[in-house]
């Protein structure tokens, strides 16, 4: 993956999609069945967004244990003292939770707004499909194989 082109595209979604003042609903996700793109994505994200915290693994620096609560891992992270959160695979936390708990999860995060920012970096796959139940929609990034994930309030 040419890293240049996907600061640049990030930079521009973030810019539109994201960081912007009059944004209501800025959460956002980013995608890929790569493993290698999602590491890259979260490597510029890192230094497209210097103020947020990463969360990149259970039990690191702040971040969450590995068997938490829904509950306490949202309260992890509207908590955190950094600008906003980028969660690096977040399905690592939310394995252990039931369905209805993911798709409670994944619905909490698309309708936050005047609250911490968050940015999801996560697998695509099969049973995101089914977490998801339309609270996000997916837009693919032309030239990327990854989609970026937006509220479905947002438009």
């Known amino acids: 993956m040419d890293l240049n082109f996907l600061s ?25 069945k790569s493993l290698r793109d999602l590491d890259d ?3 510029t994200l890192r230094a ?3 103020r947020y915290a990463l969360w ?17 891992f949202e309260e992890k992270i509207l908590e955190t003292q950094e600008e906003g959160v980028i969660i690096h695979q ?3 936390w ?13 619905s909490a995060i698309a309708m936050w707004h005047s609250s911490k920012k968050v940015v999801l970096v996560f697998a695509d796959s099969d ?11 997916e837009t ?12 479905a309030r947002a438009d």
């Open 8 to 32: 640049t595209m990030l930079k521009d979604v973030l810019e539109q999609h994201h960081s912007a003042s009059n944004l209501r609903y800025c959460n956002v996700g980013f995608s890929s």
């Open 127 to 137: 049973e995101f499909q089914i977490i998801n139940n339309t609270y996000f929609k």
């Open 94 to 106: 939310l394995n252990q939770w039931s369905l209805l708990e993911k798709q409670a999860f994944w």
């Open 56 to 72: 990149q693994q259970p039990k690191m620096q702040s971040t969450p244990e590995l068997i938490v609560s829904r509950k306490y």
């Open 41 to 43: 994505i979260t490597q």
């Open 140 to 151: 693919p990034l032309d030239g990327l194989a990854i989609k970026l994930w937006r509220p």
């Open 90 to 92: 977040p399905e690592q």
């Open 48 to 50: 497209l967004l210097p």
